[in-house]
Antibody
Framework: QVLLQESGPGLVKPSQTLALTCTVS??????????WNWIRQPAGKGLEWIGR???????NYNPSLKSRVTISEDSSKNQFSLMLTSVTAADTAMYFC???????????WGQGILVTVTS | SYELTQPPSVSVSPGQTANITCSGD??????VCWYQQRPGQSPVLVIY???KRPSGIPERFSGSNSGNTATLTITGPQAMDEADYYC?????????FGGGTKLTVL
């Protein structure tokens, strides 16, 4: 069974960098069969895809966030990470990591981590 | 970015059929997925590649996609199906979600 678990600070100050990690168990993130995503959801609002790590391919990012986002991986720990720079209150949200399966589906999700941007 | 439009809410009685639509330009040319999200929980994939159900998803969930509209159909919805539903598609290596539809089972 595939499990994803988000971790990181729940509070980030404005203008600083949000950094989260997703630890995957039950499968290797370097397998070319799947890709690994970050998705967020502000309270009471809809889902927003942030970007993905795609083994052996270029990463892809939401154009609206691309200038501030970096997704990287640590295969030795079977983890992938999100960095979002210059955060504002608008970045306050529940952040999910999710596995993507070709051609299109997000089939496994983490439980999510709430990140609040506040001074 | 690619825009997907869903009705904010749909209400249905248990004996009826719920249809949740998702509209986008040339959506029928893309694969559409649907996710169910109950309050306080992570989304769950209920339909992928327009019409396919993952293992463990009840047969009362089905999907279709043609033209500019994809539809999630729940036949004989149960109280446990009351949730938010999101459609999702890819366009130019970017994933887009619809705004979500709150399904109420009366």
């Amino acid at each position: 069974q595939v499990l994803l678990q988000e971790s990181g600070p729940g509070l980030v100050k404005p203008s600083q960098t949000l950094a989260l990690t997703c630890t995957v168990s039950g499968g290797s993130i370097t397998s070319g069969t799947y890709y690994w995503n970050w998705i967020r959801q502000p309270a009471g609002k809809g889902l927003e895809w942030i970007g993905r790590y795609y083994p052996n391919r270029n990463n892809n990012y939401n154009p609206s966030l691309k200038s501030r986002v970096t997704i990287s991986e640590d295969s030795s720990k079977n983890q992938f990470s999100l960095m979002l720079t210059s955060v504002t209150a608008a970045d306050t949200a529940m952040y999910f990591c999710a596995r993507g399966r070709e051609p299109t589906a997000f089939d496994y999700w983490g439980q999510g981590i709430l990140v609040t941007v506040t001074s | 970015s690619y825009e997907l439009t869903q009705p904010p809410s749909v209400s249905v009685s248990p004996g009826q059929t719920a249809n949740i639509t998702c509209s986008g330009d040339f959506l029928g040319d893309k694969y559409v997925c649907w996710y169910q999200q109950r309050p306080g929980q992570s989304p769950v994939l209920v339909i992928y590649q327009d019409t396919k159900r993952p293992s463990g998803i009840p047969e009362r969930f089905s999907g279709s996609n043609s033209g500019n509209t994809a539809t999630l159909t729940i036949t004989g919805p149960q109280a446990m199906d009351e949730a938010d539903y999101y459609c999702q598609a890819w366009d130019d290596s970017t994933a887009s979600f619809g705004g979500g539809t709150k399904l109420t089972v009366l």
